[in-house]
Structure formats: C-alpha cells, structure tokens
C-alpha cells in the first residue's frame, strides 16, 4: 500500500482519537462518524440504541451476499462527573481500571456533551472501590477542580493527548476503542476511493462495551444486522507474551470469554496468508487474545457469525505498569505498523468479500472426503478380531 495511503489512515486516527468519550456519552465521536460518512456519501443510521451503522453496498456486489461488518466501540473507561461542591468533583467511574492505578494527585480534563476541547482541569483527591462490579477495582472517586469548571452530567478523560505520534507508536488517552473505529472508518474510505466490484462491507459503531458489551447486546437482538452477516470485532486488545508490539495485526482466534467461529477465522486466517505471500512487508499474528473480552463473544452467544481482529495495547486502559514499572495511569499506545496492517487486511478482505465465503465453504468441504478414507483406512486395518470369529473360538 503506498505511503499516502498510510498518511490517509493516521489522519482518520488522528481525526477520531482526538475526540472525548466516556460509556453513554459518545456523543462527540458519534458525530465524527456522521460527518465521515455524510462527505462520502455514505448512509448512515442509528439504531434505538445509538449504534451507528454505516454501509458500503459496493458495485457488483449480490443482492443477498452477506456483509462483512466491522464493529469498534465509541466508548472508553473514564469517570462520569456526579455532584460538585466548590472545588470538589464527586465522580462515578465507568470501566475496568484497578483502583490501585488511580493515585492521589493523578490529572484530568472534564468535558461536556457538545464541546470537544476540555472545559476544566483536576486531580485526584481519593478513590474507592465503592459502585465497581469486582473487588478491587475503581468505582468511584473524589478530584479537585483545579482550573476551569465541572458540573453534574460532565465526565472525564486522563490528561493526555487525544493523538500523537512518538517513537514509532501512536500514543492516546482512548486508543480502545477509538482506534478500531478508526481502522473500519479507513477501510470505508478506501472503498469509496478504489470502488472494487463485489464489495459489500459495513462499519458498525457500538456504545457502552466497557461496562458490559450494552450496545452490542442490545443492538444485535434487533433488525439492524442481518441474521447471516459475518461480523469482526476491531479491539485493541493488551498486548501479552506471546502477542507483542510491532509483530502486526492480531487474527484474534478468541477472547477472555470464547472462542469464535471456526469457519469464519480459518477462513481470515488464510486471507491474511494470502496477503502475507502477496505483500512480503505485511506481518500479522494468528492468536487467542485473552486479557479481556470483547463484542464477538456477544455476537457468537446470541448465535451470529462472529470473529475479530486486534492490534496489541500498551497501558491497557491507561493502567501503566501491567508488566512491570512504576504503577499508575499513563496513555494507551499501539505500534503504527500495527495499526497500518490492520487496515491493509481489512481493505484487502473488503475488495474480495466474496473470498471469504468461499474459504468458509472450504474449511468444511474437506470433512466429507476425509472421513470416507478414514472409514476406509480403519476398517481394512482392525484392531480386534471381528466378533463372529470371537464367538466362534470361545464355542
């Protein structure tokens, strides 16, 4: 893929990243989506529940062809602003962060539903376990308003940059999810510059992943997906051992939860083999991801066809220290070779959607086949004497 290809994909994560967000106030990268597609001519619908779908019919594609729906969520763990009292900001914490992360004296930016830019500064006082799911993990806390102003309904983001880019790695306050989003919104973007025949993808915009997989959940028992998409989730998933930094898009074989769908990620699988023989400087990993959960295991539950794809996270929900160092709260990172072989995959899975149905087929087609030679192969080399001659000798 050619290098203004690669400045075109960091502009769509630099555009959408630098937007605030926190669970059931998506309300700022919601509208980022909106206007992307309204420029591309894109439909773009909601469902009741705020998910926002986004479609890519394609030229030559057939009419009952299943989508491909890429899915990310729009939300990020943060703190939602309960009560002020002078200077002091009662907060509620939506998400999974470990309370022991959140120190006395970390800063943060409060925003409002309707700006972009902060409207205030703080710091943490105390926090408390008190309103988490689990021991252990944050719930609620106490700031200080140190400059600017908070009020009731106002929520929070850690006081780093919404995008930058050092030492090779993208680093952001809310890399989870907003990069996923990202990489379905610049896989849109190519097939409306490119407009290869037969492509028929979607981007599927959730909310409120980090306290439960809501949207999903609550989206995927409606009408908006078709009962026979198949559907990839986009995580930035923390990176692990075994899935390091800079080895290249995760074929996420499954999560902290489940395993996803066997047909449809072999048939991934071998898409990026594909791209791997094609593209020599394309790299990808092929792994179980199981540091935290994501929406296919919601699809897969509720019986759809359901697999992802991640890149690996640093400061997995701006935890800092996870693997060793100083304990606290510190921006989220991902490699950008990372990021730029998520998208490459998926522009290349989206030009030959049909390609994925067919190597779905061929994962099965190889059952029938083989099983009569084995039948073949066992019956003419047995075991154990047939039970007539058994029979005989006992007599």
């Given at each position: 893929?050619?290098?203004?290809?690669?400045?075109?994909?960091?502009?769509?994560?630099?555009?959408?990243l630098?937007?605030?967000?926190?669970t059931?106030?998506?309300?700022?990268p919601?509208?980022?989506?909106?206007?992307?597609?309204?420029?591309?001519k894109?439909?773009?619908?909601?469902?009741?529940?705020?998910?926002?779908?986004?479609?890519?019919p394609g030229?030559?594609?057939?009419?009952?062809?299943?989508?491909?729906?890429?899915?990310?969520?729009?939300?990020?763990?943060?703190?939602?602003?309960?009560?002020?009292q002078?200077?002091?900001?009662?907060?509620e914490?939506?998400?999974?962060?470990r309370?022991?992360?959140?120190?006395?004296?970390?800063?943060?930016?409060f925003?409002t539903?309707?700006?972009?830019?902060?409207?205030g500064?703080?710091?943490?006082v105390?926090?408390?376990e008190k309103g988490?799911?689990?021991?252990?993990?944050?719930?609620s806390?106490?700031?200080?308003?140190?400059?600017?102003?908070?009020?009731?309904?106002?929520?929070?983001?850690?006081?780093?940059?919404?995008?930058?880019?050092?030492?090779?790695?993208?680093?952001?306050?809310?890399?989870?999810?907003?990069?996923?989003?990202?990489?379905?919104?610049?896989?849109?973007?190519?097939?409306?510059?490119?407009?290869?025949?037969?492509?028929?993808?979607?981007?599927?915009?959730?909310?409120?992943?980090?306290?439960?997989?809501?949207?999903?959940?609550?989206?995927?028992?409606?009408?908006?997906?078709?009962?026979?998409a198949?559907?990839?989730?986009?995580e930035?998933?923390?990176?692990?051992?075994?899935?390091?930094?800079?080895?290249g898009?995760?074929?996420?074989?499954?999560?902290?939860?489940?395993?996803?769908?066997?047909?449809?990620?072999?048939?991934?699988?071998?898409?990026?083999k594909?791209?791997?023989?094609?593209?020599?400087t394309?790299?990808?990993?092929?792994?179980?991801?199981?540091?935290?959960?994501?929406?296919?295991?919601?699809?897969?539950?509720?019986?759809?066809?359901?697999?992802?794809?991640?890149?690996?996270?640093?400061?997995?929900?701006?935890?800092?220290?996870?693997?060793?160092?100083?304990?606290?709260?510190?921006?989220?990172?991902?490699?950008?070779?990372?990021?730029?072989?998520?998208?490459?995959?998926?522009?290349?899975?989206?030009s030959?959607?049909?390609?994925?149905?067919?190597?779905?087929?061929?994962?099965?087609?190889?059952?029938?086949?083989?099983?009569?030679?084995?039948?073949?192969?066992?019956?003419?080399?047995?075991?154990?004497?047939?039970?007539?001659?058994?029979?005989?000798?006992?007599?």
């Amino acid at each position: 893929m050619s290098r203004a290809a690669e400045k075109r994909w960091l502009a769509i994560a630099c555009g959408i990243l630098s937007r605030p967000t926190a669970t059931c106030l998506e309300h700022s990268p919601a509208n980022w989506v909106r206007d992307f597609a309204a420029q591309r001519k894109l439909p773009c619908e909601a469902d009741r529940y705020g998910n926002l779908l986004v479609k890519y019919p394609g030229r030559g594609s057939k009419p009952k062809t299943p989508p491909i729906v890429l899915v990310a969520h729009l939300d990020h763990p943060g703190f939602v602003v309960s009560d002020v009292q002078g200077d002091r900001a009662q907060l509620e914490f939506r998400g999974g962060v470990r309370r022991v992360h959140a120190k006395r004296g970390t800063k943060l930016e409060f925003f409002t539903v309707g700006r972009d830019k902060p409207i205030g500064q703080g710091e943490l006082v105390s926090s408390s376990e008190k309103g988490a799911r689990r021991a252990g993990m944050l719930g609620s806390a106490v700031a200080r308003i140190t400059s600017g102003r908070a009020a009731a309904g106002d929520f929070t983001m850690w006081a780093f940059p919404g995008y930058s880019e050092r030492d090779g790695r993208i680093v952001s306050r809310c890399c989870d999810d907003l990069l996923g989003a990202a990489a379905a919104l610049a896989t849109l973007d190519e097939m409306v510059r490119e407009r290869p025949r037969g492509a028929h993808v979607w981007g599927w915009f959730t909310r409120a992943e980090e306290v439960g997989l809501y949207g999903a959940l609550a989206g995927i028992t409606g009408r908006t997906i078709p009962k026979d998409a198949r559907l990839l989730s986009l995580e930035t998933s923390r990176a692990l051992p075994h899935a390091p930094q800079g080895g290249g898009v995760i074929v996420r074989v499954g999560d902290a939860m489940s395993l996803f769908d066997p047909p449809l990620m072999g048939a991934l699988h071998s898409i990026a083999k594909e791209l791997a023989a094609a593209e020599p400087t394309f790299r990808y990993q092929r792994r179980l991801m199981d540091g935290g959960s994501c929406e296919a295991t919601a699809f897969c539950a509720a019986g759809r066809r359901a697999g992802g794809l991640a890149v690996p996270l640093g400061n997995y929900h701006n935890m800092a220290g996870l693997d060793g160092g100083a304990v606290g709260i510190g921006p989220e990172t991902v490699a950008i070779p990372d990021y730029l072989s998520e998208v490459r995959l998926l522009v290349h899975l989206a030009s030959r959607s049909a390609r994925l149905l067919e190597l779905e087929s061929q994962t099965a087609e190889w059952i029938g086949p083989s099983t009569e030679k084995a039948r073949e192969m066992l019956l003419a080399s047995p075991l154990d004497p047939p039970r007539r001659n058994r029979a005989r000798s006992r007599r």
